[in-house]
């Protein structure tokens, strides 16, 4: 009861601080004539839109309203028209970067997954291309996607890339330094068991090397979809992040503001699958940090 | 018949750019089914003697023959079952699945192998916990889950390196209880690494006791309290108390000089 009622209570406060900045964010900049100092004109909606703004942009950029404000729910053929016609709406252009960002993510994981197995394993083959991988690592991968959008086109295959390259070094080096660190008990005990170097492999390296795997993989999600929004950025017909360049250029901010909405939740919902997905694979932590010794 | 035989075996270490002798000159035999323990004071090579019989650390010099066999540095022995003083349980795998791990390795499936780990877990008295992670369990389950996976196999010989050091007095004795009630029924060949001189008579037939370092054997007890033990009732005996101040006697002399040096 006492737990309902804490519940209850965060929640009370959440929604407060929510409403707060929604009503401020709203009509605050109203007042920035009679007390400047306290409202600057950063807030003034030229910049920043505001949540009416956002929202009927929003319905715009689904195709619920024309541009010219009526509802084309109401009427028939225009709401499957605009989506047509107007070929980087919002359904659209998050399915696209959704996708690519999957791909990316994808990619990166399983490559990185591999690529540090390997190194971890082959301590020669770790020393020789360490210099190589701290080198191409301390490059901002961002620096990269110019280039790889001149290279791969301004289709999906760019962004899926420059997504790759931002996610694989982090599982790459998360991995890498797991199976560096397998503890030598384990080791000792499967090969006092009869292992042999291959099963040692596949029975302790692998499984726990995973561990360091999936702790990278909330931090990886979200690098794949930098990496998809910022080649969207350079070049690209369809996606978030082009939808962000167009509002841009047009001066229209709520559209911008419309799409960092959607990437916000895109983020939450793609951050809570792999949490959920992270506490099932490494349930057997879970009970570690409960309690046990 | 001599199971395990060791031969002049030395080893040395680097320590900080000099060499330290840990072992010097240990030779030894254990006769099939015979239980014995190596005593002696923490940091006096022990453990080190028996990693090298185990093939996790290579003698400097000296042989060991296991089975009249010379013992090959870079193969483990089939009939060699190892007990580490952790208990090194695969944390991502369940007490059973651990537990049937030397068995999926030699290729054991399905029924058997279940009917295999349910009767080792029986026999630790984990029957209800087979589904758990060792995370879950206490420090003394966990041992003796160890113990399990190590035996499921059935080894001829084991190796223990102060399986029961890391537990509380009380839950070193359940651990006792549960050993001597294996081993009165399967009869390995033991070779039990301990610095607990009341765990030494508690389990074993012969405590050999090694000096301070460099390891040396100093003297060797013979243990004959008759079996099957209890291992509470047994050290309120006479006999016990008097081979323990015996034994204590020797190796309270190495602990002291091993504290000198």
Same mark, same amino acid.
Not at chain 1, 174 to 181: K, P
Not at chain 2, 206 to 229: D, T
């Given at each position: ?16 601080? $929510?409403?707060? =900045? ?25 910049? $920043? ?59 990166? =994981? ?57 996610? =694989? ?12 660190? $397998? ?46 929004? =910022? ?63 | ?41 923490? /940091? ?28 090959? &540095? ?50 630790? /008295? ?13 420090? /003394? ?72 370092? &460099? ?10 309290? &008759? ?10 005996? &006479? ?18 000089? /091993?504290?000198?040096?």
């Amino acid at each position: 009861m006492t737990q309902l009622r804490h519940h209850l209570g965060l929640f009370a406060w959440q929604m407060v601080i $929510v409403l707060g =900045v929604l009503t401020f964010w709203q009509w605050a900049f109203d007042l920035h004539e009679h007390m400047p100092l306290l409202i600057p004109d950063l807030f003034d909606p030229y910049f $920043v839109s505001k949540p009416s703004e956002i929202f009927d942009q929003f319905l715009v950029l689904s195709c619920f309203k024309s541009k010219l404000g009526a509802w084309n729910l109401a009427v028939p053929g225009a709401f499957t028209g605009c989506l047509t016609k107007f070929d980087n709406n919002l359904w659209f252009a998050t399915w696209v970067t959704l996708k690519n960002t999957f791909f990316g993510f994808i990619t990166g =994981v399983s490559s990185g997954f591999v690529l540090g197995l390997v190194l971890g394993k082959s301590r020669r083959l770790g020393e020789i291309l360490q210099p190589s991988i701290t080198a191409v690592n301390s490059i901002p991968r961002i620096a990269l996607a110019p280039i790889i959008v001149l290279a791969f086109g301004i289709g999906d295959t760019s962004k899926v890339v420059t997504s790759w390259i931002c996610v =694989v070094f982090l599982v790459f080096y998360n991995v890498f330094a797991g199976a560096r660190t $397998v503890d030598e008990g384990f080791i000792n005990a499967a090969r006092l068991l009869g292992a042999t170097e291959w099963q040692i492999t596949r029975t302790v390296i692998i499984p726990s090397s995973m561990a360091w795997l999936f702790a990278s993989l909330t931090p990886a999600i979200s690098f794949a979809l930098i990496g998809v929004i =910022v080649g969207e950025f350079i070049g690209a017909e369809h996606g978030i992040g082009r939808l962000i360049i167009e509002s841009e250029a047009r001066g229209e901010a709520s559209g911008m503001m419309v799409a960092v909405v959607i990437l916000m939740v895109i983020g939450v919902i793609l951050s809570a699958m792999i949490w959920r997905l992270q506490a099932y694979l490494l349930r057997w932590q879970v009970q570690t940090r409960r309690g046990g010794e | 018949m001599i199971r395990i035989e060791v031969q002049h075996l030395s080893r040395l270490f680097p320590f900080q750019g000099a060499t330290i002798q840990a072992v010097s000159d240990v030779s030894f035999a254990i006769e099939k089914g015979e239980f014995v323990a190596l005593l002696g004071p923490s /940091g006096c090579g022990k453990s080190t003697v028996l990693n090298m019989i185990a093939t996790l650390l290579r003698p400097s010099s000296g042989e060991i023959y296991i089975d009249g066999a010379r013992s090959r &540095p870079d193969k483990v022995h089939a009939d060699v079952g190892y007990v580490f003083q952790r208990d090194t349980l695969f944390p991502w795998r369940t007490v059973a699945d651990n537990v049937g791990y030397g068995l999926e390795l030699q290729g054991i499936k399905g029924s058997e192998k279940a009917d295999r780990v349910a009767t080792c877990l029986a026999k630790a /008295g984990l029957e209800d916990f087979g589904g758990a992670y060792p995370s879950a369990l206490s420090g /003394g389950m966990r041992q003796r889950a160890a113990l399990m996976r190590t035996l499921v196999v059935e080894p001829q010989i084991l190796l223990m390196d102060e399986p029961f050091g890391a537990l509380d007095t009380h839950t070193k004795i359940d651990m006792h209880e549960v050993l001597l009630n294996i081993w009165d029924r399967e009869q390995q060949t033991v070779l039990f690494v301990t610095h607990d001189l009341a765990e030494a008579l508690t389990l074993a037939d012969r405590i050999i006791l090694l000096s301070a370092r &460099p390891g040396r054997v100093k003297e060797s007890f013979e243990v004959g309290f &008759p079996r099957p033990r209890d291992a509470v009732a047994l050290r309120e005996t &006479p006999q016990y108390a008097e081979l323990f101040s015996r034994v204590w006697h020797s190796l309270g002399q190495e602990f002291l000089k /091993g504290r000198t040096q």
